[in-house]
């Protein structure tokens, strides 16, 4: 079956640029989860969601950043005056509840 | 807080066996996972371990000691398309009503020929 799917695969943004970015669990998954992967380094947990439910937004770096999942499925990741230390891939993975977590492809963000 | 470390880079000759090791502090401890992951790719999962002892998948194993906080992950036979990072991930009950996975940095792997 389909996989997580993200959009866009690329992004590049001006200093202070907002960004939205999409994200396309697999069906039927209710958890989902945002990353952020910076350079050599492994995914940093962001955020999850429990169907419509944002249960932990611990770790998002500031409150530039807003994620959100209205009806359960479909979520996006927003990030407002984006700075240059923001340029990272950011992955989504989505499970059956607490199971294991199934990544996206990522999306590559370059603040210019 | 968490703390995971594993081997930041590895070298192996194509055929022959690899062992990754992976070392974790954590509190609240509900498995250990290892992700696969190519250059520009998504990480993909490999193995998940929750007891002790060795889990056996293919060409990959993967084992666990929990009272020394210790995982390793086995790869044999090795072949070239085997280069890419492994990342050794913990997952622990955060207290929000969630389990969150923390990442170690990941083990670059090259299998020369």
């Known amino acids: 079956g389909a996989g997580v799917s993200q959009s866009p695969r690329y992004k590049v943004a001006k200093r202070g640029q907002d960004v939205a970015l999409r994200c396309d669990p697999i069906s039927g998954h209710v958890s989902l989860f945002w990353y952020q992967q910076a350079l050599g380094q492994g995914p940093e947990f962001l955020t999850y969601f429990q169907n419509e439910a944002q249960l932990d937004k611990s770790g998002l770096p500031s409150d530039r950043f807003f994620a959100e999942r209205p009806e359960g499925s479909v979520s996006t990741l927003k990030i407002q005056r984006t700075q240059q230390e923001d340029s990272a891939v950011y992955l989504c993975?989505?499970?059956?509840?607490?199971?294991?977590?199934?990544f996206g492809p990522g999306t590559r963000l370059l603040v210019l | 807080g968490q703390n995971i470390d594993q081997p930041t880079e590895m070298t192996a000759t194509e055929g022959a066996i690899v062992q990754i090791n992976c070392t974790y502090q954590?509190?609240?401890?509900?498995?250990l996972f290892w992700y696969q992951q190519h250059a520009g790719e998504a990480p993909t999962f490999l193995s998940y371990?929750?007891?002790?002892g060795l889990e056996e998948k293919g060409r990959f194993s993967s084992f666990l000691s929990r009272s020394k906080g210790y995982s390793y992950l086995l790869l044999k036979e090795l072949q070239m398309k085997d280069s890419a990072s492994y990342l050794c991930?913990?997952?622990?009950?955060?207290?929000?009503?969630?389990?969150?996975?923390?990442f170690g940095k990941g083990t670059k792997l090259s299998v020369i020929p």
């Open positions: 954590t509190s609240g401890f509900n498995g």
């Open positions: 993975a989505s499970s059956r509840s607490q199971e294991t977590q199934y």
């Open positions: 371990n929750v007891l002790d």
């Open positions: 991930a913990v997952r622990s009950y955060s207290g929000a009503g969630s389990y969150q996975l923390t």
